[in-house]
């Protein structure tokens, strides 16, 4: 088989090409990527010298070659394109919104932090009158004193602390209905501080004090504790749930103890003091024994508080043979209940003897 002749012209194009493409890489090598993101190459002085720092490897010339950026480097994230069209962010000390600013916000216009503007290009309606602000700084002159404050309002409303006259149109016992004990009290005293003569005539006239507001305060109280008891046969009514009802009660009956003596005592009025002693002292009998001990120690205060201003009144007080024969007879009885009432009858005894 013949070999066909071979072709010069053929030949020669054939090793053009191969040379051509022999020296793609050398360029390339000779590329370097500018700010932009384009390929510099080599560019040629007057002198024929080329411009340019030579790197080991590569040259960096001024040159560009259109070459696309998606070969340098992959296309930024949508949230990058986002940050990068911001901006450098600002941080204003004060800020209002800007009207420029939402005027320029098109379709194309990039995404800014608003900037401070004035307040005739605001697009927000402001508060008519500025905000008050709290300065907290010295309590005195928060809350000053009512000298100062009458300096400050001179023309302020002054109240009127004139009281009405009286005008009544009935007797002078309705009148004196309507008045307070400190009032009644008040009366009294300037009527014999104008006339001293009338005390002995209103000490002559002065009447015992009536027992029965007392006692009937304690008969309800008595009757409020057994109420809050347990009506069921089936339960007891002195064990630790049924004391848990009436404790309330208790606490309201001796309180009412405590404030009737004293109110007596301070009168100094002794035979009442103790027509009450022996009064209340059956009511604080008649009150639960409850099975715990510790319950009880409502009724042991009742009994010794009693105890307490008997002694006051046996002491203080003026009395004849016939009256300490009567407190002796029913302080007997008294004993068994609080042993604090063994004193009074040994004093009464004593008293007696005396006589």
Known sequence: METPPRDEHTLTERRTTRSALAEIPVRLDMLSVNENGRFTTPTHSADGEMNGTHIPGRWH???SIN???S???PSPSPDEQVIQQRGRRRMPVTWSPDVDAHKQNGPTAPNRTPVKGSPAKSSI?????PRKRLLLSDPKELFG????IRKMSPNSKKVSSDKYPPNCTGTIDMALQALSPEQLIGVMKNIIDSHPELEEEVWEKLPSPDMRPFEERLS???KNIFKSLPSSRLTSKTDSPAYSRAATHLSAFKKCVFDQSRQLVSSQNWNCVMEYVLMAWMYVRLTP???NPPHNTTRRQCFRHLAAQCMTALKKGTWTEKQCEVLEDKLGGMVPDCEDVQMCLKYVIALKKKL
């Open 289 to 291: 024994l409850w099975d």
């Open 67 to 69: 070459v696309p950026s």
């Open 125 to 129: 309606v402001l508060r008519s009158t």
């Open 61 to 63: 010339m001024n040159v």
């Open 220 to 222: 309800d109280l008595k």
């Open 71 to 73: 070969l340098v480097s």
């Open 145 to 148: 004193t009512p000298e100062k």
